[in-house]
């Protein structure tokens, strides 16, 4: 078990630029969730998958934001025409169905957008 | 809508000093209550939580919590900090069965 692991850690972009995150979960987990992180915030929910089926996306996933996870094992999310305001740590966790509150952070990945 | 507040931003305590952290839930029942801490360059780890029963629970590292209904709280507390605890500290609740919504955390520093 390696845990849950994201790439790349640090990304920095330019205002417009499209970005995409990769996340590889815990490989028994069904479930895959998706947090977005600002200095001096908790995480905030985006989304999740329980297998490969999006079930709840949060209102701060704009239509720009678009998560796929093609055969329940990884997941991506992309930012289409980043945003300055977009700059934040995106986190990824998982989980099995049950106990669906021990979620397993992954380290994140810090985007920066100028 | 349920919230977390954690009124802490920031705390310095002594190596080998105790610690409480407060959080406080808003929510319309008892909320299954989490805490969880984020060291630099690592992911969240899961310390403890709460569902029912026994209001006093234990966690690991040393750490426990005590749910007060009545104060709508959730305190963390460690009896004798050490110097790798410094890290920052996250209060949530999960109303549901997916999402985890945390509080603004708490960085803990620790001097020797």
């Known amino acids: 078990d390696t845990g849950v692991s994201q790439d790349p850690r640090h990304k920095i972009t330019k205002r417009g630029q499209n970005v995409t995150f990769r996340c590889d979960p815990i490989?028994?987990?069904?479930?895959l969730y998706w947090y977005r992180q600002t200095l001096g915030q908790g995480p905030e929910f985006l989304t999740y998958f329980q297998n490969e089926a999006q079930l709840e996306k949060s209102r701060l996933l704009s239509d720009r934001f678009s998560a796929e996870r093609p055969k329940g094992s990884f997941s991506t999310l992309e930012i289409q025409r980043t945003e300055q305001g977009d700059s934040a740590m995106y986190l990824c966790a998982s989980s099995q169905s049950t106990p669906w509150w021990e979620q397993f952070f992954g380290p994140g990945t810090r985007l920066t957008v100028l | 809508a349920q919230s977390v507040t954690q009124p802490d931003i920031h705390i310095t305590v002594s190596e080998g000093a105790s610690l409480e952290l407060r959080c406080n839930y808003s929510?319309?029942?008892?909320?299954?209550l989490f805490w969880y801490v984020q060291s630099p360059g690592q992911g969240l780890q899961l310390l403890l939580k709460y569902f029912s029963g026994d209001t006093l629970v234990q966690g690991i590292k040393g750490f426990e919590a005590e749910f007060k209904r009545s104060q709508s709280s959730f305190n963390l507390r460690k009896p004798s900090v050490h110097w790798s605890d410094a890290a920052e500290y996250f209060c949530?609740?999960?109303?549901?069965?997916?999402?985890?919504?945390f509080g603004a955390g708490t960085t803990v520093t620790v001097r020797a």
């Open positions: 949530a609740v999960g109303p549901n069965d997916y999402k985890l919504s």
């Open positions: 929510y319309g029942a008892t909320p299954y």
């Open positions: 490989s028994e987990h069904n479930r």
